[in-house]
């Protein structure tokens, strides 16, 4: 796939902000299954680890600059 997209051929990308909100929310609807408890709502962290093999320090932990993130944006 990446090879896919680097050449033009896929139109599309996955962003690491993205990739990681959901993998938390996969993550947490296969707890409420492995626990039986579908009322339970998601609580995302505020924190959202940013990688860019471009930068010598390639990986950050991120905070919203305004106490939550604009989800539209990333």
């Known amino acids: 796939w990446a090879n896919s997209y680097v ?3 896929r139109p599309w990308a996955v962003l690491s902000p993205v990739a990681n909100i959901v993998g938390i929310l996969a993550s947490f609807e296969a707890f409420k ?3 039986n408890r579908e009322n339970l709502q998601p ?3 505020p924190n959202l680890i ?3 093999l ?3 320090n390639m990986v950050q932990v991120c905070e919203p600059e305004s106490g939550s993130w604009n989800y539209t944006t990333l």
């Open 54 to 56: 471009a930068y010598p």
């Open 33 to 35: 299954c492995m626990i």
């Open 50 to 52: 940013k990688i860019n």
């Open 43 to 45: 609580i995302l962290s």
């Open 7 to 9: 050449n033009k051929d």
